[in-house]
């Protein structure tokens, strides 16, 4: 096979991969959505921009020192929001948590990141 080159996948090599659910205003979705996607978040084989979405209604009470992008200090606060899940690769979880971080209107989003176990 001239200028070509054989690849053969390891079944020995393990990944590590960790579930992210980031809450976000229902009108910022798409943003933090494509924003996840475009950093490789999301991935499962040969699909990209995998993920899964619940609505509900965030609630939060700005303190002293908050510059709250909705909402003001002092005054509790509810916000309908989405919850995005999804799978991300360990060596993409710092990018991936960078690029929500820049398109989510939030000073302080909240992000969950679990491990997932091997199985």
């Avoid at 200028?3 to 590590?16: F, I, P, R």
């Avoid at 960790?18 to 499962?44: E, L, M, N, Q, Y």
């Avoid at 040969?46 to 909402?71: D, E, Q």
């Avoid at 360990?90 to 997932?116: Q, R, T």
Wanted: hydrophobic letters at 35%; charged letters at 25%.
């Amino acid at each position: 096979m001239l200028g070509k080159k054989k690849v053969y996948y390891n079944n020995t090599m393990k990944l590590t991969y960790f579930r992210v659910t980031v809450h976000v205003p229902v009108a910022s979705a798409d943003k933090v959505r494509d924003a996840i996607g475009k950093a490789g978040g999301g991935t499962i084989g040969n699909y990209g921009f995998c993920s899964f979405s619940t609505k509900g209604v965030g609630r939060f009470l700005p303190l002293k020192g908050a510059h709250p992008a909705i909402g003001e200090v002092g005054k509790l606060e509810e916000v309908n929001e989405e919850s995005i899940e999804f799978r991300c690769e360990k060596s993409l979880l710092k990018s991936v948590i960078g690029a929500i971080k820049k398109a989510h209107p939030y000073e302080e989003p909240g992000i969950e990141i679990i491990k997932l176990e091997e199985g």
